[in-house]
Protein backbone atom coordinates (compact mmCIF):
# COMPACT_ATOMS: atom_id res chain seq x y z
CA UNK A 1 0.00 0.00 0.00
CA UNK A 2 1.20 3.49 -1.04
CA UNK A 3 0.43 6.55 0.39
CA UNK A 4 1.19 10.39 -0.56
CA UNK A 5 0.66 13.28 1.35
CA UNK A 6 -0.47 16.73 -0.19
CA UNK A 7 1.63 19.45 0.79
CA UNK A 8 0.58 23.12 -0.67
CA UNK A 9 -1.53 21.60 -3.34
CA UNK A 10 1.42 19.16 -4.29
CA UNK A 11 1.10 15.56 -4.29
CA UNK A 12 4.70 13.95 -2.72
CA UNK A 13 5.41 10.41 -3.48
CA UNK A 14 5.93 8.07 -0.95
CA UNK A 15 9.10 6.56 0.30
CA UNK A 16 7.95 3.50 -1.77
CA UNK A 17 6.63 4.67 -4.50
CA UNK A 18 10.66 6.20 -5.11
CA UNK A 19 12.10 3.18 -4.20
CA UNK A 20 10.24 1.03 -6.96
CA UNK A 21 11.07 4.47 -9.16
CA UNK A 22 14.97 3.87 -8.22
CA UNK A 23 14.42 -0.26 -8.65
CA UNK A 24 13.01 0.67 -12.21
CA UNK A 25 15.65 3.12 -13.58
CA UNK A 26 18.45 0.55 -12.37
CA UNK A 27 16.70 -2.50 -13.86
CA UNK A 28 16.91 -0.12 -17.45
CA UNK A 29 20.09 0.53 -16.81
CA UNK A 30 20.97 -3.05 -16.50
CA UNK A 31 19.03 -3.87 -19.49
CA UNK A 32 20.63 -0.76 -21.60
CA UNK A 33 24.25 -2.23 -20.56
CA UNK A 34 23.39 -5.56 -21.58
CA UNK A 35 22.34 -4.05 -25.20
CA UNK A 36 25.02 -1.75 -25.26
CA UNK A 37 27.79 -4.60 -24.72
CA UNK A 38 25.85 -7.09 -26.62
CA UNK A 39 26.37 -4.24 -29.96
CA UNK A 40 30.02 -3.41 -28.84
CA UNK A 41 31.15 -6.93 -29.04
CA UNK A 42 29.09 -7.86 -31.82
CA UNK A 43 30.12 -4.87 -34.01
CA UNK A 44 33.93 -5.86 -32.88
CA UNK A 45 33.73 -9.10 -34.11
CA UNK A 46 32.17 -8.25 -37.10
CA UNK A 47 34.67 -6.23 -38.58
CA UNK A 48 37.20 -8.52 -37.28
CA UNK A 49 36.00 -11.38 -39.25
CA UNK A 50 35.46 -8.84 -42.01
CA UNK A 51 38.86 -7.87 -42.18
CA UNK A 52 40.17 -11.72 -41.22
CA UNK A 53 38.05 -13.03 -44.71
CA UNK A 54 39.55 -9.78 -46.93
CA UNK A 55 43.04 -10.30 -45.53
CA UNK A 56 42.70 -14.48 -46.48
CA UNK A 57 41.15 -13.62 -50.02
CA UNK A 58 43.86 -11.44 -50.41
CA UNK A 59 46.69 -14.39 -49.94
CA UNK A 60 44.81 -16.49 -51.75
CA UNK A 61 43.96 -14.71 -54.58
CA UNK A 62 47.55 -13.09 -54.78
CA UNK A 63 49.65 -16.29 -54.49
CA UNK A 64 50.80 -16.99 -57.77
CA UNK A 65 51.51 -20.75 -57.09
CA UNK A 66 47.29 -20.62 -56.31
CA UNK A 67 46.24 -18.77 -58.82
CA UNK A 68 48.37 -21.41 -61.19
CA UNK A 69 46.08 -24.43 -59.41
CA UNK A 70 42.98 -22.52 -60.32
CA UNK A 71 43.77 -22.21 -63.92
CA UNK A 72 45.05 -25.36 -64.13
CA UNK A 73 48.26 -24.66 -65.92
CA UNK A 74 51.22 -25.97 -63.94
CA UNK A 75 54.08 -23.91 -64.49
CA UNK A 76 57.87 -25.30 -64.79
CA UNK A 77 59.88 -24.85 -62.18
CA UNK A 78 61.02 -21.66 -61.68
CA UNK A 79 64.78 -20.80 -61.02
CA UNK A 80 65.69 -19.59 -57.13
CA UNK A 81 65.30 -15.77 -57.58
CA UNK A 82 67.01 -13.15 -55.62
CA UNK A 83 65.85 -12.07 -52.47
CA UNK A 84 62.29 -11.23 -52.92
CA UNK A 85 60.90 -9.21 -51.03
CA UNK A 86 58.81 -11.06 -47.76
CA UNK A 87 54.84 -11.31 -48.14
CA UNK A 88 52.78 -11.38 -44.55
CA UNK A 89 51.64 -14.40 -43.93
CA UNK A 90 47.68 -14.83 -42.87
CA UNK A 91 48.60 -14.78 -39.37
CA UNK A 92 50.09 -11.50 -39.27
CA UNK A 93 47.62 -10.24 -41.36
CA UNK A 94 45.23 -11.34 -38.90
CA UNK A 95 47.28 -9.73 -36.01
CA UNK A 96 45.74 -6.22 -35.90
CA UNK A 97 42.39 -7.36 -36.55
CA UNK A 98 42.88 -9.52 -33.32
CA UNK A 99 44.61 -6.30 -31.57
CA UNK A 100 41.23 -4.02 -32.67
CA UNK A 101 39.06 -6.74 -30.90
CA UNK A 102 41.49 -7.15 -27.98
CA UNK A 103 40.92 -3.48 -28.04
CA UNK A 104 37.11 -2.95 -28.28
CA UNK A 105 36.49 -5.59 -25.24
CA UNK A 106 38.86 -3.80 -22.91
CA UNK A 107 36.82 -0.46 -23.94
CA UNK A 108 33.81 -2.10 -23.12
CA UNK A 109 35.18 -3.41 -20.25
CA UNK A 110 36.11 -0.21 -19.01
CA UNK A 111 32.74 1.38 -19.61
CA UNK A 112 30.89 -1.41 -18.04
CA UNK A 113 33.24 -0.57 -15.06
CA UNK A 114 32.70 2.68 -15.14
CA UNK A 115 28.70 2.62 -15.04
CA UNK A 116 28.92 -0.23 -12.17
CA UNK A 117 31.45 2.42 -9.72
CA UNK A 118 28.48 4.90 -10.80
CA UNK A 119 25.68 3.12 -9.67
CA UNK A 120 27.56 1.77 -6.73
CA UNK A 121 27.96 5.34 -5.60
CA UNK A 122 24.17 6.21 -6.17
CA UNK A 123 23.57 3.75 -4.07
CA UNK A 124 25.52 4.19 -1.48
CA UNK A 125 24.26 8.10 -1.54
CA UNK A 126 21.03 6.61 -0.95
CA UNK A 127 21.97 4.10 2.01
CA UNK A 128 23.65 6.97 4.02
CA UNK A 129 20.71 9.18 3.13
CA UNK A 130 18.22 6.89 4.60
CA UNK A 131 20.12 6.52 7.84
CA UNK A 132 18.40 9.30 8.95
CA UNK A 133 15.89 7.24 9.00
CA UNK A 134 16.81 4.12 10.13
CA UNK A 135 17.98 5.57 13.17
CA UNK A 136 14.73 7.15 13.85
CA UNK A 137 12.73 4.14 12.74
CA UNK A 138 10.32 3.59 15.78
CA UNK A 139 9.48 7.11 15.37
CA UNK A 140 9.02 6.84 11.77
CA UNK A 141 6.79 3.56 12.03
CA UNK A 142 4.73 5.54 15.03
CA UNK A 143 3.99 8.34 12.43
CA UNK A 144 3.14 5.99 9.54
CA UNK A 145 0.73 3.94 11.54
CA UNK A 146 -0.81 7.13 13.03
CA UNK A 147 -1.04 8.55 9.46
CA UNK A 148 -2.29 5.11 8.36
CA UNK A 149 -5.00 4.63 10.94
CA UNK A 150 -6.16 8.51 10.80
CA UNK A 151 -6.63 7.84 6.65
CA UNK A 152 -7.90 4.60 7.00
CA UNK A 153 -10.84 6.41 9.72
CA UNK A 154 -11.31 9.06 7.54
CA UNK A 155 -12.18 7.47 4.78
CA UNK A 156 -14.61 4.90 6.03
CA UNK A 157 -15.92 8.17 7.85
CA UNK A 158 -16.93 9.94 4.98
CA UNK A 159 -15.59 13.58 4.00
CA UNK A 160 -17.27 15.61 6.04
CA UNK A 161 -16.15 14.21 9.04
CA UNK A 162 -12.44 13.45 7.29
CA UNK A 163 -12.63 17.34 7.08
CA UNK A 164 -13.35 18.28 10.11
CA UNK A 165 -10.94 15.89 12.01
CA UNK A 166 -8.25 17.25 9.00
CA UNK A 167 -8.93 20.69 10.49
CA UNK A 168 -9.10 19.65 13.91
CA UNK A 169 -5.10 18.38 13.57
CA UNK A 170 -3.93 20.68 11.91
CA UNK A 171 -4.58 23.27 14.17
CA UNK A 172 -3.84 20.99 17.22
CA UNK A 173 -0.16 20.59 15.57
CA UNK A 174 -0.08 24.74 14.81
CA UNK A 175 -1.08 25.19 18.68
CA UNK A 176 1.33 22.43 19.76
CA UNK A 177 4.13 24.11 17.82
CA UNK A 178 3.49 27.79 18.69
CA UNK A 179 3.46 26.56 22.45
CA UNK A 180 6.52 25.11 22.62
CA UNK A 181 8.14 27.84 20.55
CA UNK A 182 6.68 30.42 23.22
CA UNK A 183 7.72 27.91 26.15
CA UNK A 184 11.80 28.11 24.72
CA UNK A 185 11.47 31.88 23.71
CA UNK A 186 10.19 32.73 27.52
CA UNK A 187 10.19 29.96 30.05
CA UNK A 188 13.00 28.02 29.31
CA UNK A 189 16.07 30.92 28.97
CA UNK A 190 15.17 31.49 32.57
CA UNK A 191 15.89 28.00 33.88
CA UNK A 192 19.63 28.27 32.04
CA UNK A 193 22.39 28.82 33.82
CA UNK A 194 23.99 32.12 32.32
CA UNK A 195 27.65 31.31 30.11
Avoid: F, H
Wanted: aromatic share 4%; net charge positive.
Amino acid sequence: MTTTMQTNGKLRKSLAEQIDRLDSILDGLAEALNESVAAAVQQAVGLAVREAVQAVLSEVLTNPAVLEKLRGNSPPPAAPAAAAPARLGWRERLRPAWGRVVAGALATRLQCGRLCGRARQGLSGLWERLSVVRRCRRQVLAAVGVGLAAGVLAYVAGPWLAALVSAAGGCAATLAVQTWLWVRRTVLPSYLPAA
